[in-house]
């Protein structure tokens, strides 16, 4: 039996269950591959959010009155804590859950290769009997695995939503203490075609999420609850 509930973790690595092979026989095999996860959306993918207004505001630059710092995205989420943690905890659950597809997957191979070896010896009822369990486990092998697809894209966006959310408090906290008008977030250093007017604050971003993260993020917002 799988060694866990789907609601438990994911793979960072997700590999492609591969199909249970089966002598040829008019036994029931595996229909198609079952993937249980795709490449794990990376963290920057919540943040570009953030990041889709410095497109706009580069072609739309302000007056250059307007006080500008930018954050660079890659930047704090190679570095952040926070966002390492995040994905480490996605491993753990991501390598629970493989292991419970490839208990099935094991199961229904074992089911399969005792079919074979006795299926000479039995009836003909007796081979429907086992053939209608073999499609039986096929198909609980398939919902499962389809179960925890789900599930891992609402982990994703648990994962990702809360660490767009740190970064946009601490760019926040920033852009009130040091008096910018406007803190955007960059990804695409492509879009970043000029920025002297623009100062680069990732570096004290990254200060302010490090000494506000141990072990969970504690923002300002946080503190006032």
């Not at 249980?36 to 580069?58: D, W």
């Not at 890659?74 to 966002?83: D, F, H, I, P, W």
């Not at 499609?135 to 767009?164: C, D, F, N, P, W």
Request: hydrophobic content about 35%.
């Amino acid at each position: 039996m799988p060694r866990s509930d789907p609601d438990t973790f994911l793979h960072v690595k997700p590999r492609t269950i591969m199909n249970v092979k089966t002598p040829p026989s008019p036994a029931p095999t595996p229909s198609s591959t079952t993937t249980i996860s795709r490449p794990l959306v990376i963290i920057i993918g919540a943040v570009a959010v953030l990041a889709c207004v410095a497109s706009i505001y580069l072609l739309l630059r302000p007056a250059a009155s307007t006080r500008t710092g930018i954050v660079r995205v890659n930047t704090v989420l190679e570095r952040y804590q926070g966002a390492q943690d995040a994905r480490q905890a996605f491993q753990r659950t991501a390598g629970a859950w493989q292991a419970n597809v490839d208990t099935l997957k094991a199961e229904l191979q074992t089911m399969i290769m005792d079919y074979e070896r006795e299926r000479s010896g039995l009836s003909a009822a007796e081979q429907q009997g086992r053939e209608q369990a073999l499609h039986a486990k096929e198909a609980q092998v398939r919902e499962y695995a389809s179960a925890i697809m789900q599930r891992m894209e609402q982990e994703q966006q648990v994962l990702t939503g809360g660490i767009a959310s740190q970064v946009k408090t601490a760019a926040e906290e920033i852009g009130k203490q040091h008096g910018y008008d406007l803190v955007l977030a960059i990804q695409d250093e492509g879009m970043l075609l000029y920025q002297s007017e623009m100062t680069d604050v990732t570096p004290i971003v990254l200060e302010y999420l490090r000494t506000h993260y141990s072990g969970s993020f504690k923002g300002s917002k946080d503190k006032k609850k």
